[in-house]
DNA sequence: GGCTTGTATTGACGTTCATTGATGCAACCT
DNA sequence: AGGTTGCATCAATGAACGTCAATACAAGCC
């Protein structure tokens, strides 16, 4: 359960993570990676699960938690997390019956890296 | 040209800027607000137009040197510089004849700091 | 004025996405 | 074994998205 997220930034060859987004022009393949990531933060429901998960004491939450926060069905909230699961932001247990999710914080560090815009290009504001 | 961005994340009002992802849950409109943004991020073509804007010496880049970059058309172009202006994310100026983009990094900046995830909700990896 | 070049907008089309009800699977309980 | 609960997967549907050709607009040039 734990081994289906996606090659994520860096994690072996091209490495996006040190890279900022300022630094050079993105080529296609490390643009379509990065995309991938940005793409399921895109979304309020996905936004609300990551910040729910990342801000909850102890760092894991059941998914019998989650789902009744939203007025939205089971299989959807299933849906949104293995979007987020396979975007390599979050990764899950099973422990006995209920399922367990946390959030990868190296992924969102690469991410806060990758945005932070060195003093240079700011010049200009 | 300039005024069209959407208000953007603790502009005035709710300040979503300086609250993290971990720090609590989102509410709907935060939620809705911050997924704006990161969607606009998530497409290659938009994150490529991004950097390539970003790490360009002076900051500024004419639209004339970026459709080229790109097998797309120029209306597609437009339309991604567009949904990045929307966003918050870039502005853009005519001079005579040619429309120039540049990054707002106070943007940027807020994202980053937004998925900065402070030290405690890291100790569970 | 009319022509040319650079950029934005419009309208249409195919694809992807979010959502749901139905179903399947896993673990517990009696 | 049978029943119940928690969660994931499947199949279908409507909405949103990316793309383009055609067109419109803006600025410079003749």
Redesign the interface.
């Known amino acids: 359960m734990a081994n289906q997220e996606l090659k994520i930034l860096g994690q072996d060859g091209d490495d996006v993570c040190c890279e900022g987004?300022?630094?050079?022009?993105?080529d296609?393949e490390q643009?379509?990676d990065?995309?991938?990531i940005?793409?399921?933060?895109?979304?309020?429901?996905?936004?609300?699960l990551?910040?729910?998960i990342?801000?909850r004491e102890?760092?894991?939450v059941c998914v019998c938690e989650l789902t009744p926060?939203f007025e939205l069905s089971q299989p959807t909230i299933s849906h949104h997390l293995k979007l987020l699961r396979q975007a390599g932001l979050i990764d899950c247990e099973r422990r006995g019956t209920w399922v367990y999710y946390?959030?990868?914080?190296?992924a969102?560090?690469r991410?806060?890296?990758f945005?932070?815009?060195p003093r240079a290009?700011?010049?200009?504001?």
């Open positions: 987004l300022a630094t050079a022009p993105l296609e643009a379509a990065l995309a991938k940005f793409k399921a933060l895109g979304d309020p429901v996905r936004l609300r990551m910040s729910m990342a801000s102890g760092g894991e926060a946390w959030i990868l914080p190296t969102l560090d991410l806060a890296g945005l932070a815009v290009a700011k010049a200009s504001v």
